[in-house]
């Protein structure tokens, strides 16, 4: 049974930053792609940023120069650096994963994704 379990959600202020983490189980790491998205209160989940199967990462345009994704393929682990956080990124981040390859445009649409995690709050005070 595939599980992702996100983790390093909290408080923050205006500037401050973050690391989010999600450990996965249940499947052979290697051969999925997963992501980061995010959903704002009366908002649409939007995604963040991504890596596919070859380790390959992919920003929206909007995180670029911000934020960082990151894995750890010993630990069977996601990560999600957050930097100089603006309150307009206060939502809930989600980490997903789905088996084989997508097409870039597809990393960031969560359609393209099957298993979700719980999600990690993160709140961001200006």
């Known amino acids: 049974q595939v599980q992702l379990v996100e983790s390093g959600g909290g408080s923050v202020q205006s500037g401050g930053s973050l690391r989010l983490s999600c450990a996965a189980s249940g499947y052979t790491y290697s051969n999925y792609y997963m992501g980061w998205f995010r959903q704002a209160p009366g908002k649409e989940r939007e995604g963040v940023a991504a890596?596919?199967?070859?380790?390959?990462?992919t920003y929206a345009d909007s995180m670029k120069g911000r934020f960082t994704v990151s894995q750890d393929n010993a630990k069977n682990t996601l990560y999600l650096q957050m930097n100089s956080l603006k309150p307009e990124d206060t939502a809930m981040y989600y980490c997903a994963a789905s088996p084989g390859y997508t097409t870039r445009w597809f990393l960031l649409r969560p359609i393209a994704y099957r298993y979700w995690g719980q999600g990690t709050q993160v709140p961001v005070s200006s």
């Open positions: 890596i596919d199967s070859d380790g390959t990462p």
